[in-house]
T-cell receptor, first 113, second 117 residues
Framework: AQSVSQHNHHVILSEAASLELGCNYS??????LFWYVQYPGQHLQLLLK??????LVKGIKGFEAEFIKSKFSFNLRKPSVQWSDTAEYFC???????????FGTGTQLKVEL | SAVISQKPSRDICQRGTSLTIQCQVD?????MFWYRQQPGQSLTLIAT?????????ESGFVIDKFPISRPNLTFSTLTVSNMSPEDSSIYLC??????????????FGPGTRLTVL
């Protein structure tokens, strides 16, 4: 069965620092990849997604992610974080054309002023 | 774009009782799903709610414990039956294939926070 790993469980950054959150999956076939974000007190929202084409995808609020097939990775990046980026970030994968989303364990990001 | 609501938003229940959670979408959707997020853990798919037929359950989840209904393309319910403290979780509804949102991407409701005493 496929699995998704997020190695950073808690990240603390200062405003303006650069961010990279790791996401690795275990599946050898076709994948659809997602990053979701959950701001404090809010529901889960889609940040960005990759289905095909350019492996560098851009999402909302200045976030981007790069799909590296050879590394089974889909890391999330932002060049300069803001205090309002404090949230929990989830990587998720769909495999083999199915509908099931498999989520990583999430990364809690705290941005300090 | 689709707006997803869930009722109740939270509840505190006694052991042995059942709770039914409702998920309402303001437009027709192709797929509806139910997830569980236990404290400190990630989201786990419970089942896919199929319109007009029995839900499709994931490994480890059974219909007797989590009966699901989906009478139409905009509404689904999840019942957590004979509850125990281990059922304390956030239960989330998600949808896929709504008009204006495209397919292959799931969008989530606000969740129902359940505490079982």
């Amino acid at each position: 069965a496929q699995s998704v790993s997020q190695h950073n469980h808690h990240v603390i950054l200062s405003e303006a620092a650069s961010l990279e959150l790791g996401c690795n999956y275990s599946y050898g076939g076709t994948v659809n990849l997602f990053w979701y974000v959950q701001y404090p007190g809010q529901h889960l929202q889609l940040l960005l997604k990759y289905f095909s084409g350019d492996p560098l995808v851009k999402g909302i609020k200045g976030f981007e992610a790069e799909f590296i097939k050879s590394k089974f990775s889909f890391n999330l990046r932002k060049p300069s974080v803001q205090w309002s980026d404090t949230a929990e970030y989830f990587c998720a994968v769909k495999t083999g054309g199915g509908n099931k989303l498999t989520f990583g364990t999430g990364t809690q990001l705290k941005v300090e002023l | 774009s689709a707006v997803i609501s869930q009722k109740p938003s939270r509840d505190i229940c006694q052991r042995g009782t059942s709770l039914t959670i409702q998920c309402q979408v303001d437009s027709q959707v192709t797929m509806m799903f139910w997830y569980r997020q236990q404290p400190g853990q990630s989201l786990t798919l419970i089942a896919t709610a199929n319109q007009g037929s029995e839900a499709t359950y994931e490994s480890g989840f059974v219909i007797d414990k989590f009966p699901i209904s989906r009478p139409n393309l905009t509404f689904s319910t999840l019942t957590v039956s004979n509850m125990s403290p281990e059922d304390s979780s956030i239960y989330l509804c998600s949808v896929e294939g709504s008009r204006g949102r495209g397919t292959d991407t799931q969008y989530f409701g606000p969740g129902t926070r359940l505490t079982v005493l």
